[in-house]
């Protein structure tokens, strides 16, 4: 703008041969004021404006992306539950599996063979159970009272008796896994 202001005074001045200067210098200066008219953001409602419409176009990608990783870590979730799941399950199998087995080699010596023992001489008792099986032996050994159990082990095989007493550790013990057969 002062530019132009400046090149008014001029020609009004008179100065003929300084015209073809003051043209070109008025034209200058207009293709200057342009370019920096062009350089200064528009009106900033109408900025703004572009903005808005700039989010809305993304924000439903957006959200549709932020879902399917949520998705994705849900889904890793539910496989790390359903793993922990499947091995609840299968320690609570081989738990029952156990139960199972520790009732039934109990019930074993219930049909009346303890009985039977208990009035038994040490020496005799050791003698039987050493030709019986050792499960068996085991639970028998294992129902009678713990000084009857301590004279009959003392009487029979040394190496029998460790593994009935053994079988009757084991029986006791809740980590007993299902692959050791107490046999």
């Known amino acids: 703008m002062r530019s132009i202001a400046i090149a008014r005074k001029l020609l009004i001045a008179g100065r003929a041969a300084a015209a073809p200067v003051v043209a070109a210098l008025l034209l200058s200066v207009c293709a200057v004021e342009a370019q920096e008219a062009a350089k200064q953001p528009a009106d900033p409602a109408s900025s703004q404006d572009e903005i808005r419409r700039f989010c809305t176009n993304i924000a439903d ?94 009487e029979m095989d040394a190496q029998k008796a460790a593994v009935i007493t053994n079988i009757i550790a084991s029986a006791s013990d809740p980590n007993t896994s299902k692959s050791k057969d107490p046999s």
């Not at 998705?71 to 156990?98: N, P």
């Not at 023992?117 to 050792?134: F, G, H, I, Q, T």
Request: charged share 35%; no cysteine; net charge positive.
């Open 61 to 154: 990608p957006a959200r549709d992306q932020r879902y399917l990783l949520q998705k994705q870590e849900l889904e890793k979730l539910r496989a790390d539950v359903d793993e922990r799941i499947a091995t609840m399950d299968k320690r609570k199998a081989e738990y029952e599996d156990w139960l199972k087995r520790r009732d039934d080699f109990l019930k074993t010596a219930d049909l009346g063979l303890v009985d039977i023992y208990k009035n038994m001489k040490p020496d005799a008792a050791a003698a039987s159970l050493n030709d019986v099986k050792v499960t068996v032996a085991a639970a028998i050994i294992m129902k009678l009272s713990a000084r009857q159990s301590s004279l009959i082990l003392a």
